[in-house]
């Protein structure tokens, strides 16, 4: 049984935890989602081929890549988590994802990804300046 002083403790301190939170780059910003792409941004996915620099580069490699799908879905798994700083300055989002799309080019598809997402105070607005994402393997 934990001690009621040492409980009241645990409680207290995670909920100064959370309201300490504040800034830009919180969790519940990310959660709410639609936030810039930086312009010095980097972003890697396998369609891209090469790592691609620049908010530019990104939307010319994601036009190039992903143009002619359709019907895209996304969805976050149980392994979704969102970590920021307490200051706001900064945050990541992790998980898997559920994805599916269709394509003149390759038809219908659905796979799971893993993706890494770093966000950063830029400019006094939170700002995505990094991702990754890559394809988990189909099992058979």
Request: a positive charge.
């Amino acid at each position: 049984m934990i001690p009621f002083r040492l409980l009241s403790s645990l409680l207290l301190g995670s909920s100064a935890s959370l309201l300490a939170q504040s800034g830009p780059c919180t969790e519940a910003a990310v959660r709410k989602g639609d936030l810039p792409v930086a312009t010095d941004a980097f972003a890697y996915m396998p369609p891209y081929g090469k790592p691609v620099v620049g908010q530019t580069q990104i939307k010319g490699a994601n036009q190039k890549s992903f143009s002619d799908r359709t019907n895209i879905k996304r969805s976050w798994m149980a392994d979704h988590r969102i970590v920021a700083t307490p200051s706001g300055d900064m945050a990541y989002e992790q998980g898997t994802m559920q994805m599916s799309y269709d394509s003149k080019s390759d038809g219908h598809q659905d796979f799971k990804a893993v993706m890494l997402i770093v966000y950063k105070v830029k400019d006094g607005a939170c700002q995505e300046v990094a991702l990754t994402m890559q394809p988990l393997e189909q099992s058979r």
